[in-house]
């Protein structure tokens, strides 16, 4: 089986290494962005199972990337971290598709938790995709052998 891979997108070395390191001993391939623009570039020259967006960006705003991301990347799952908490923040981001928000300093564990619980739905969302499109295949082959 192929190691889930997680882009990290914070502004702070401390944040990007700390995160890279913990996710990393977890047996996940991690890589790190330190702005928007090298977070939208990596996501359109890679496939991430995970992004961590940080709302705060030296060149856009967190919910901003997630937008761009979500248009690029439907199937990536999109968690947003925040040092800057309020209601305006969390609601913008759920709105702009969020699949998460964390608060800053984000304990290590409840993050693993949030990254194993939304990987597995991103799996389970995918079987049932190819459930769906196996079962439309068969269905439509069986019309066609009825109509011979």
């Given at each position: ?55 705060r960006?030296?060149d ?7 937008t ?38 984000v ?7 949030v ?20 079962e ?13």
């Amino acid at each position: 089986m192929q190691k889930k891979s997680i882009l990290v997108v914070d502004d702070d070395e401390a944040i990007l290494e700390s995160l890279k390191g913990y996710l990393s001993l977890k047996g996940y391939d991690v890589d790190t962005a330190k702005t928007a623009k090298e977070a939208m570039r990596k996501s359109e020259a890679h496939f991430y199972n995970l992004a961590i967006l940080d709302i705060r960006l030296p060149d856009a705003n967190g919910t901003d990337l997630l937008t761009k991301m979500r248009k690029n990347r439907p199937e990536m799952v999109k968690i947003m971290l925040t040092g800057y908490p309020d209601q305006a923040n969390t609601m913008d981001s759920l709105n702009k598709g969020a699949n998460g928000y964390l608060l800053k300093p984000v304990e290590l564990d409840k993050l693993l938790v949030v990254v194993e619980k939304k990987i597995k739905e991103q799996e389970e969302a995918k079987k049932m995709d190819q459930e769906k499109i196996t079962e439309f295949i068969v269905s439509w082959g069986r019309e066609k052998d009825e109509k011979r």
